[in-house]
């Protein structure tokens, strides 16, 4: 009696968690054998810190907003504007920088909203198998699916008011569909398993089945997407904001930078070249960061 209470001390103070550790210790084994995935990972943090101290970083915070300094406008990345100014003088860099926030933003809004439900619907689905249920939940899910999913939230933002909420509404509503359908395929092979028909025959509920027996198997694949889509919502957001769907001017936004510079390009050029930079450095920060994930939770690795 005395040892178990010992060993519920000990657990409470973590002094007894050497399978935790050890887990711990061959999935970050497993992430970094690959270098491009701890590269990425090095990426993602800096977009985070980018976001979250944007003003305090970027040596103009006034050119964030409405500012305009004709005396220094369209100049080339200099010591003084490292990626140089536009043509109403605001600093390149600065805008550059803020931009990570909106497009952050934007990812973990339509990812919060977006994963539940598709993985809710999607579990429903695989759950009730061959059932009106599941029939009625993937036609619809397949109705969104066979239109491409740009023009999709192209024509739902174009409805509503230009913003950055209608923006994020737009995407949302055409990206919960991956997650059903990803997480139906996993459920409706896991529904049929031993351990699921166990549950059920000992009297488990449903929503018990779907929620601990189903979901955490599902988890992996679930992560790994969530990891790699981030890059594609940021690549969505820009497109809106580039036809002037998506956050809306003094504001900064990654595709409305790169639409108002190719009115410039040649001559300023780092007005296009410097915002689609940043575009592509958050992207292949989450795609790599998606794979060593995807690595991590392979069970077939060594």
Not at 7 to 32: C, D, H, Q, V
Not at 172 to 190: C, D, E, F, K
Not at 228 to 234: M, N, R
Request: hydrophobic share 50%.
């Amino acid at each position: 009696m005395s040892g178990d209470v010992n060993m519920t001390a000990a657990k409470k103070k973590g002094l007894l968690s050497p399978s935790a550790k050890e887990n711990l210790r061959i999935y970050w084994y497993k992430f970094t054998r690959n270098r491009l995935s701890v590269f990425g990972l090095i990426l993602v943090c800096l977009s985070l810190l980018f976001a979250i101290f944007a003003k305090q970083i970027v040596p103009y915070p006034e050119h964030i907003g409405t500012f305009v300094d004709y005396a220094n406008a369209s100049q080339a990345p200099s010591g003084s504007y490292w990626f140089g100014t536009d043509q109403m003088g605001r600093d390149v860099f600065s805008r550059v920088i803020y931009c990570f926030r909106g497009a952050l933003l934007m990812s973990v809004v339509v990812l919060a909203i977006a994963v539940p439900v598709g993985t809710l619907l999607g579990l429903i689905a695989g759950y009730y198998h061959g059932t009106k249920i599941d029939t009625v939940i993937m036609r619809i899910t397949d109705v969104f699916l066979s239109v491409p999913a740009l023009i999709l939230a192209l024509c739902i933002a174009s409805i509503l008011k230009p913003n950055m909420m209608n923006s994020m509404l737009a995407v949302t509503i055409m990206w919960w569909p991956w997650y059903t359908r990803l997480v139906y395929g996993q459920a409706s092979s896991i529904s049929g398993e031993y351990f699921v028909k166990n549950a059920e025959l000992v009297g488990a509920s449903k929503m018990h089945i779907m929620l601990k027996e189903i979901l955490p198997n599902c988890l992996s694949p679930i992560f790994t997407k969530m990891a790699l889509d981030v890059g594609w919502v940021i690549l969505m957001g820009a497109s809106l904001s580039f036809v002037g769907l998506g956050e809306q001017p003094p504001t900064p936004a990654f595709g409305q930078m790169i639409s108002d510079g190719a009115s410039y390009m040649p001559d300023m050029w780092w007005m296009t070249i410097f915002p689609a930079v940043g575009v592509a450095f958050m992207i292949l920060g989450f795609n790599f960061l998606g794979d060593g994930i995807r690595d991590m939770f392979d069970k077939g690795g060594h």
